[in-house]
């Protein structure tokens, strides 16, 4: 037995080492993980509503209609004089964002933009675990207020139904029941760190084609049984502070400008007393989308007044197409949800704490307990450290790092350990680890010439192999 190899392709690499690490911890009982735990959320507070009406006695509509888009890529407008600061975002269904520019996508080139960097939505799924859920999100919403955030956009729970969708990876699972039973805990989580959930993306957001403009035709009992059963719950359990317009159409109009979603089902049916805010670029109109219950424009870079709730709105109101008190009624509702969060106020806010030990661990014990072993043949795990001299490891996977790679669900990272790595931190000396890349990623920018040239539209597949490299994989 001192000569046997064990090989490893990265493709599954992942997945086969991690279980071999847990067949080697202490097995959890079927007391620690509990579906039927339950989770409930804190409503928004309404104490400061007779505070909030002087407040927006003092303001002007410009200073209102301000509160309702973008003033830069992931803020609103605040108003010093009277004391009301900018609500301020970030992405982060897998950790914390790095800092954005104020005008444009690109990064903003701090050095104290760090986040832990968190497994996947599907990762979470597989663990079936409530308690990490509420690990997850409380975690992830420390991290939030370190960072000074108001809202995180997160979690993203749409039903998973193509593995081609560009935001599958962010979702947790295609089961409505573990769909909402993981999203609530998750939600309240981090809204006990005083910072809002953007759930998103409401509602039938699924498939990547045409993810801006498709329109979704879905009978009523599959979308209430399948599709809305983990939003619904988000609303009436984890009392989720806010929500994500998203920008495909449902039964012909744009989810943000959808009153039968935002309002009938959203706010009368389930009883949602948070803000809406539209995914980026997602609003079409002004009108429409404040009447059906928009709260919030955000947008990708242009000059923000130019938004449909900046200029256009005012001059909605200025033709006599709505009132101020139809402005009114979303400031106040943002109003409250700065109360709420303690970023008006004179209570004590939670301060946070962002790259710490115990958020790696967290990090680390989700990824731990979601690998799923699906198969084992010829009972090759758990390995016998004991027997093996030589491990092979091959594939380009096996060094890569991903935390970036994620762009709105992109993490800049002080703490990534890549497949190969981890093998080498973990094995003991005594084996010996032999690596190859043993293929070129098809669509590697430098390889376009021979690869393809990769667009939005369609990416031109090679079929050819590298037989050099493929010779010293073998």
Sequence with gaps: MNNKIIFFSMTLFAVLFTSCNQAQKTEISSNEIKITDTYMGTSIIHNYDKKIDSIMDQMTLEEKTGMLHGTSMFTTAGVNRLGVPELKMADGPLGVREEISRDSWAPLGVDNDYATYYPAGAGLSATWNTKLAYVFGN???????????????????????????????????????????????????????????????????????????????????????????????????????????????????????????????????????????????????????LKSGLDIEMGTPKPFNEFFMADPLMDSLKAGKISENDIDKHVKRILQLMYTLKSMGNEDRKKGSINTEAHFKDAYDIASESVVLLKNEKKVLPINLSEIKTMAVIGANATKKNALGGFGAGVKTKREVTPLEGLQNRLPETIKINYAEGYQERYAPKKKAIFGEVTQARAEPMNELDSEMLEQAI
């Design 139 to 289: 975690s992830v919403g420390e991290e939030s207020r370190a960072r000074d955030k108001d809202v995180l956009l997160s979690p993203a729970i749409n039903i998973i139904r193509t593995p081609l969708g560009g935001r599958t990876y962010e979702y947790f699972t295609e089961d409505p029941f573990l769909n909402k039973k993981l999203a609530v805990p998750f939600i309240v989580g981090l809204q006990d760190n005083d910072v809002a959930a953007c759930v998103k993306h409401y509602a039938a957001n699924n498939q990547e084609t045409h993810r801006d403009y498709v329109d979704v035709q879905i009978d009523e009992r599959t979308l209430r049984e399948i599709y809305l059963p983990a939003f619904k719950a988000a609303v009436t359990e984890a009392k989720a502070y806010s929500m994500m317009g998203a920008y495909n159409k449902f039964r012909g109009e744009y989810m943000c400008e959808n009153s039968d979603m935002l309002n009938d089902v959203l706010r009368e049916e389930w009883g949602f007393e948070g803000i809406v805010i539209s995914d980026w670029a997602a609003v079409h109109t002004s009108v429409k989308s």
